[in-house]
């Protein structure tokens, strides 16, 4: 859970789902106020890094399935994206700041 730097509530992880490089922000849901995604590139960082752990051994799992033909490579390949999606989100939750928007 992130908190809101105006007033101290929570808000909740699953809005950090949505934000990408275009959309960088969230409103508070006890507040209203606009929060903005104060460092961006570490959300890239964490966006790459999962990116390329993800790509790197899920080629390698495809790759020695369709060489064998086992499908426990299939279920590794499931489990491998499932891990690298949880383990991305939760470094955003832990690392991504906000601060409020000025008008």
């Known amino acids: 859970m992130i908190t809101c730097p105006k007033c101290g509530n929570r808000i909740p992880a699953r809005k950090l789902l949505f934000l990408t490089r275009f959309n960088t922000t969230i409103t508070c849901t006890t507040c209203a106020s606009k929060l903005q995604w104060k460092n961006k590139r570490t959300g890239s960082l964490i966006g790459g890094v999962g990116g390329g752990v993800g790509g790197g051994f ?28 949880f383990a991305a989100w939760v470094a955003m939750v832990k690392f991504t700041r906000f601060e409020q928007v000025t008008a």
């Not at 899920?58 to 999606?85: E, H, P, R």
């Open 58 to 85: 899920g080629t390698l799992l495809l790759i020695n399935w369709s060489q064998t033909g086992n499908v426990v490579n299939l279920i590794l390949f499931a489990g491998l994206l499932a891990t690298v999606f």
